[in-house]
């Protein structure tokens, strides 16, 4: 039923009115997808760097005791490089769109690296209180690293995508970005696992130090890869890099519609980053003070492996359904499963029975990566035009970050009165099921994406900015170049120069 709707109304689209769409070349499969994997796989990094914390929090915890699970570092640490990542996001959105999409990507691709390392050799002068303090400003640092990844990394991967075989854009979109970000999480909970385990559950220092060095690595082989990139076709023809970009217009056409991108997003990012960073110290508190690091880290990796089905089998369910109607199955199944473990947490959280509460709690976020995990990155990517593409995902991706580093702190709030732990963790999936439902309400009011939208999207806008007297010769300018340099032929379809409107 639902992919009927949405064959029957992408044809509505693309018939009325008729658009006539610019040509782009078909290229072959191995040599139109490496920029899509090379532009998106640096997400892993952002699921790695993120889940990692988690794990890293709980053995700080075992090293230091109540030094650092009173102090402020044990909420900071986890949710400072949420913080960074705004920054970045916000930065390198504006950055991509009006300088380069790929030198960009390097930049932030370099920050990661430098600032993962120094993270891992945080230190101050054999102090604990100041040794926290100087990881939390390294983990912000890191933060604006991962910030860039978003606007100029998954920008890139949605305009390339665009070469690829019609009917297939969608899945190779979300296998090398969010898929990514999932790949990220698991080996997030695995690589600590691995670590306390050649540890004997001991050496922490040794454990956290490692499991956050081991972030280094993938994103040095992708910086070698990035060298190879070129600039987006998509974003070489349109791009408002040397033009003086109408804001006022853009918001006109645009604010409406994201505005409830990043309300999906935030709503996704509160609860998704929030159960992962917090999924070992939920099976800490059901296992107690008995609980040993690889067994909760064991677990952990288990929960977390569950992100893979979820978005590796959602994800051709976006080309076929579409990504709306796919986010809103999603939201809703979720909010399903998340009420009925809310009912039964009493009995899921006892150690007898950890494998149930792993598998439910499994499936829970395993819905939530087929809904908004693998559709709200494609939808804030394919529902806006090519020149402000990186600044309208930025703020959206930032956003949805601001969630996550508002989640990481309220979650540790939401509890029962009486202090009763299982009435506290019934309370966060309550609350986390409740706001599922309403952002799959909110996708309603968000247009359809079809094969075509990235291209379709800017001819549309085109046309909007000409109806209001903007001269859109001046999109896809290169350096040095001006309208009055212009082929003569081309002046036939300008339109006079901006008016009034365009301040």
């Known amino acids: 039923m639902f992919w009927r709707k949405e064959r029957e109304e992408e044809q509505g689209d693309i018939s009325d009115p008729p658009l006539e769409l610019p040509v782009i070349d078909q290229k072959p499969f191995w040599q139109a997808i490496w920029p899509v994997l090379a532009c998106g796989a640096g997400l892993f990094s952002d699921g790695y760097v993120n889940n990692v914390i ?80 100087i990881l939390t400003a390294w983990r912000f640092f890191v933060g604006i690293g991962i910030g860039g ?81 070129r600039e987006p076709e998509e974003y070489s023809r349109n791009s408002m890099k040397h033009a003086k970009t109408p804001y006022l ?38 296992y107690g003070d008995t609980g ?79 809904g908004p995990g693998n559709n709200i990155g494609l939808l804030a990517a394919k529902t806006c035009a090519t020149g402000v593409r990186g600044q309208y995902y930025g703020i959206a991706a930032a956003l949805g970050k601001v969630g996550a580093f508002v989640g990481t702190y309220v979650f540790k709030h939401i509890a029962s009165p009486d202090g009763d732990p299982i009435k506290s963790s019934q309370y966060k999936f309550y609350v986390s099921s409740s706001l599922c439902i309403f952002a799959a309400g909110l996708a309603l009011l968000l247009p359809n994406i079809d094969q075509d939208t990235i291209t379709k999207e800017d001819v549309k806008f085109r046309a909007y900015l000409e109806s209001k007297g903007w001269d859109t010769r001046q999109l896809g300018l290169k350096k040095g170049e001006s309208i009055e340099s212009l082929p003569a032929e081309t002046e036939d379809t300008a339109v006079p120069a901006a008016k009034s409107e365009q301040s």
């Open 54 to 133: 988690g794990s890293v929090s709980t053995t700080l915890g075992y090293e230091y005791g109540d030094v650092y699970n009173n102090s402020n570092a044990a909420s900071i640490v986890p949710a400072i490089a949420f913080a960074g990542t705004v920054v970045g996001q916000l930065f390198f959105g504006y950055l991509s769109d009006k300088w380069s999409r790929t030198n960009s990507l390097l930049i932030s691709t370099v920050i990661l690296i430098i600032f993962t390392a120094l993270a891992a050799g945080s230190y101050y002068h054999g102090d604990a209180v100041g040794m926290f303090n």
């Open 249 to 286: 217009l853009i918001l006109k056409y645009y604010g409406f519609r994201l505005l409830i991108v990043s309300l999906i997003w935030f709503i996704y990012d509160f609860s998704a980053y929030s159960f992962s960073i917090y999924s070992s110290a939920i099976l800490s508190n059901i």
């Open 149 to 229: 990844e978003y606007p100029a990394g998954s920008v890139s991967c949605a305009e390339s995508s665009g070469e690829l075989k019609s009917g297939t854009r969608n899945t190779w979109f979300i296998l090398f970005t969010n898929s990514m970000i999932d790949w990220g999480f698991v080996f997030g909970a695995f690589v600590p696992y691995v670590v306390a385990a050649a540890a004997h559950n001991g050496h922490y220092s040794t454990i956290w130090r490692t499991s956050l060095g081991i972030g280094v690595a993938f994103p040095l082989v992708l910086f070698v890869m990035r060298l190879r990139l």
């Open 292 to 370: 040993v690091l690889t067994t909760i880290f064991g677990w952990n990796t288990v929960i977390n492996l569950f992100y893979i089905p979820g978005t590796m089998l959602g994800a051709p369910i976006s080309d076929r359904l579409g990504p709306r109607y796919t986010l809103i199955l999603g939201q809703v199944l979720q909010a399903i499963v998340g009420f009925i473990m809310a009912g039964c947490y009493g009995k899921l959280s006892h150690p007898s029975v950890v494998g149930a509460f792993a598998v439910v709690y499994g499936i829970f976020l395993s819905f939530g990566e087929i």
